[in-house]
T-cell receptor, first 117, second 113 residues
Framework: DADVTQTPRNRITKTGKRIMLECSQT?????MYWYRQDPGLGLQLIYY???????NKGEISDGYSVSRQAQAKFSLSLESAIPNQTALYFC????????????????FGAGTRLSVL | DQQVKQNSPSLSVQEGRISILNCDYT??????FLWYKKYPAEGPTFLIS?????DKNEDGRFTVFLNKSAKHLSLHIVPSQPGDSAVYFC????????????FGKGTLLTVNP
């Protein structure tokens, strides 16, 4: 089983609909992240959470919200989806308790491909 | 403003030859650099990293070189194999209490048999 699991893997929705993408991890990591990837634009950080009570906005948080329900679960919501939110979404985790360079390593889920029509 | 730049969208090499992927950065606060590999329909996977106190780090066929004065790093793959064909992302972290990653746009490497 994957250490970082994203559901659903694919989703098609309509403009104006509310949608939630879910991420769960079995790695025991404290930090979790949501990224968006558009073709040719790399990964852009949407939100990140250092623990259950610590949620922070990333570079492109407008139009998105998140919830850290437990250390292992971090969900991303689009309150009213719009077509330019069509993208590949990735969840990632990292362990701040590690030493040195290892603190920086993030582990990614397989992604959710979202299409907003 | 793009703080991590991968100026080559794609690179094609022959099997057995060296692949060199380049990355430039502008933020002098970056002190850790990572390379990720991404296959289609999968998430990025960590490949190799380097701290700013080093200028080279090796792991098997993969070597990362860091030139701090030029704000440039490169990933060398020797010898290249068809299974190395993937998108490679360069990422950087300013460390401290933050440890967020800033990613480049990626380079698609194709290794031809």
């Amino acid at each position: 089983d994957a250490d970082v699991t994203q559901t659903p893997r694919n989703r098609i929705t309509k403009t104006g609909k509310r949608i939630m993408l879910e991420c769960s991890q079995t790695k025991g990591h404290d930090r979790m992240y949501w990224y968006r990837q558009d073709p040719g634009l790399g990964l852009q950080l949407i939100y990140y959470s250092f623990d259950v009570k610590d949620i922070n906005k990333g570079e492109i948080s407008d139009g998105y919200s998140v919830s850290r329900q437990a250390q292992a679960k971090f969900s991303l919501s689009l309150e009213s989806a719009i077509p330019n939110q069509t993208a590949l979404y990735f969840c990632a985790t990292s362990d701040f308790g590690l030493s040195g360079e290892a603190k920086n390593i993030q582990y990614f889920g397989a992604g959710t491909r979202l299409s907003v029509l | 403003d793009q703080q991590v730049k991968q100026n080559s969208p794609s690179l094609s090499v022959q099997e057995g030859r060296i692949s060199i992927l380049n990355c430039d950065y502008t933020n002098s606060m970056f002190d850790y650099f990572l390379w990720y590999k991404k296959y289609p329909a999968e998430g990025p996977t960590f490949l190799i990293s380097i701290s700013s106190i080093k200028d080279k780090n090796e792991d098997g066929r993969f070597t990362v070189f860091l030139n701090k004065s030029a704000k440039h790093l490169s990933l060398h793959i020797v010898p290249s194999q068809p299974g190395d064909s993937a998108v490679y992302f360069c990422a950087a972290s300013a460390g401290g209490s933050n440890y967020k990653l800033t990613f480049g746009k990626g380079t698609l490497l194709t290794v031809n048999p």
